[in-house]
T-cell receptor
Framework: AQTVTQSQPEMSVQEAETVTLSCTYD???????LFWYKQPPSRQMILVIR??????QNATENRFSVNFQKAAKSFSLKISDSQLGDAAMYFC?????????FGAGTTVTVRA | KAGVTQTPRYLIKTRGQQVTLSCSPI?????VSWYQQTPGQGLQFLFE???????NKGNFPGRFSGRQFSNSRSEMNVSTLELGDSALYLC???????????FGDGTRLSIL
């Protein structure tokens, strides 16, 4: 079974600054996907960024980027130039065998 | 393109009753997954369907069941409701069970 660990229950960041969310996972698989999802209070899960395990290059989506360390089984998310709209719960997720395994989430607060 | 649609958005039931939740995937998506989200257990995978076949199932009692129709719409049913079944139930769809999964707004189920 895959486990996903997010060790930071809460993170706070000043508007326009950078915050990094950590995620580690445990698996014996070699082919899988990793994701970061965002869940604002409106409760819809929104895909932020994805990473294929076979790709060494770290994924980037505008202000969001990841640091994927396959050997260390680490998958952190960096939010640059933080905006008020980034405030939400962020979930790291591991995917294989047609299912997602989620971490416990990190609540991100953005200070104006 | 319309997103994943879940109905109803809110539902209140009493212990012992049964409930059916509905999910319409994004047009063209053939894989539908269900997740339960609670404050205590976080996000947990229930099951995944593709072309009317269940391909994976999470660790939930037999009271939780689902099905998928030929038009890819899916329903999940919970029988003999318990207080602990109170949760946000999220449905997600993807093209072939590959990634990423796109989520609906969820159904908030409250058991009295």
């Amino acid at each position: 079974a895959q486990t996903v660990t997010q060790s930071q229950p809460e993170m706070s960041v000043q508007e326009a600054e950078t915050v990094t969310l950590s995620c580690t996972y445990d698996t014996s698989e070699s082919d899988y996907y990793l994701f970061w999802y965002k869940q604002p209070p409106s409760r819809q899960m929104i895909l932020v960024i994805r990473q294929e395990a076979y790709k060494q290059q770290n994924a980037t989506e505008n202000r969001f980027s990841v640091n994927f360390q396959k050997a260390a089984k680490s998958f952190s998310l960096k939010i640059s130039d933080s905006q008020l709209g980034d405030a939400a719960m962020y979930f790291c997720a591991f995917s294989n065998d047609y299912k997602l395994s989620f971490g416990a989430g990190t609540t991100v607060t953005v200070r104006a | 393109k319309a997103g994943v649609t879940q109905t109803p958005r809110y539902l209140i039931k009493t212990r012992g009753q049964q409930v059916t939740l509905s999910c319409s995937p994004i047009s063209g998506h053939r894989s539908v997954s269900w997740y339960q989200q609670t404050p205590g257990q976080g996000l947990q995978f229930l099951f995944e369907y593709f072309s009317e076949t269940q391909r994976n199932k999470g660790n939930f009692p037999g009271r939780f069941s689902g099905r998928q129709f030929s038009n890819s719409r899916s329903e999940m049913n919970v029988s003999t409701l318990e207080l602990g079944d109170s949760a946000l139930y999220l449905c997600a769809s993807s093209a072939i069970g590959a990634e990423p999964q796109h989520f609906g707004d969820g159904t908030r189920l409250s058991i009295l």
